[in-house]
């Protein structure tokens, strides 16, 4: 069964740092392109970023420069490291699974909070 | 990129059918046949419902279908069914550095 478990959500004020983890299992991790996708409260879906099983990444142009995706195949984990948060990145957080530019799989996501 | 255009809100009487339209540009729902669809009850995690346009994952009923015109894409609900009121998410590949865009989310209503 696979199963994505996001964690490392939490209030953080405006321009600090979270990081985000999702740990992977039940498939072949590393042989997968995987995404973060966000939803402010009460709205729709934002792709986020992506990276290849290669380390390949992509990144919206609202979180260029500020976010980096990364991976760890050996331990089945993929990272989303949020820098200068503004009060706009305030969403809940999935981690997906992404083969073929799809989300076929979704974790429960995590909250992020940016708030003074 | 903007995001793809669906409207805000649709509804249907169950068992009736229900088209949901999705319009991107040439440079993303034009361009590639990588559009999929998910379902989202209140609350609930997104399920994936269509992808590559118009196949289905497996357990996803054959009520849903989805199609594309040039720069359109649609999913139809056939036979409504109470359980079928969510809001619905369309998603295309658009390719270069911001490579997947998410359509606004249309809220369905079984009447």
């Known amino acids: 069964e696979v199963q994505l478990l996001e964690s490392g959500g939490g209030l953080v004020q405006p321009g600090g740092s979270l990081r985000l983890s999702c740990a992977a299992s039940?498939?072949?991790?590393?042989?997968?392109?995987m995404s973060w996708v966000r939803q402010a409260p009460g709205k729709g879906l934002e792709w986020v970023s992506g990276?290849?099983?290669?380390?390949?990444?992509y990144y919206a142009d609202s979180v260029r420069g500020r976010f980096t995706i990364s991976r760890d195949n050996s331990k089945n984990t993929v990272f989303l490291q949020m820098n200068s948060l503004k009060v706009e990145d305030t969403a809940v957080y999935f981690c997906a699974r992404t083969p073929n530019w799809k989300f076929d799989y979704w974790g429960q996501g995590t909250l992020g909070t940016v708030s003074s | 990129q903007s995001a793809l255009t669906q409207p805000a809100s649709v509804s249907g009487s169950p068992g009736q059918s229900i088209t949901i339209s999705c319009t991107g540009t040439g440079d993303d729902v034009g361009s590639y046949d990588l559009v999929s669809w998910y379902q989202q009850h209140p609350g609930r995690v997104p399920k994936l419902m269509i992808y590559e346009g118009n196949k289905r994952p497996s357990g996803v009923s054959n009520r849903f279908s989805g199609s594309k015109s040039g720069n359109t894409a649609s999913l139809t609900i056939s036979g409504l069914q109470t359980e079928d009121e969510a809001d619905y998410f369309c998603c295309s590949y658009a390719g270069g550095s911001t490579p997947v865009i998410f359509g606004g989310g249309t809220k369905l209503t079984v009447l």
């Open positions: 039940g498939f072949t991790f590393r042989a997968h392109d």
């Open positions: 990276i290849s099983p290669s380390g390949s990444t």
